[in-house]
């Protein structure tokens, strides 16, 4: 069985605040909703804004900046 809605939005909202403090992930929020935001169509956009070795530039300086050390945040 899958992970519930809640604690999906649960993890969400702790990762955005801890990336982003609480008032900037409140803000976020508003701003999504407030927006009518369309993930998919933003995704698109963006990714289709880049070349191939762009994407994978940037998923290897990601990966670089951010090494897997086999812990995960729990909630």
């Known amino acids: ?3 519930s809605m809640t604690e999906v939005m649960n993890r969400g909202m702790m990762c955005l605040i801890e990336k982003m403090g609480i008032v900037e992930a409140e803000r976020f929020i508003s701003i999504i909703i407030r927006e ?3 993930y998919t169509k933003w995704q698109r956009d963006y990714f289709d804004a880049k070349t191939p070795e762009e994407i994978s530039n940037e ?3 990601f990966e670089k900046a951010h090494p897997f050390t086999g812990e995960a945040i729990r909630l």
């Open 1 to 3: 069985m899958g992970v």
């Open 36 to 38: 009518k935001f369309d």
């Open 59 to 61: 998923a290897s300086q």
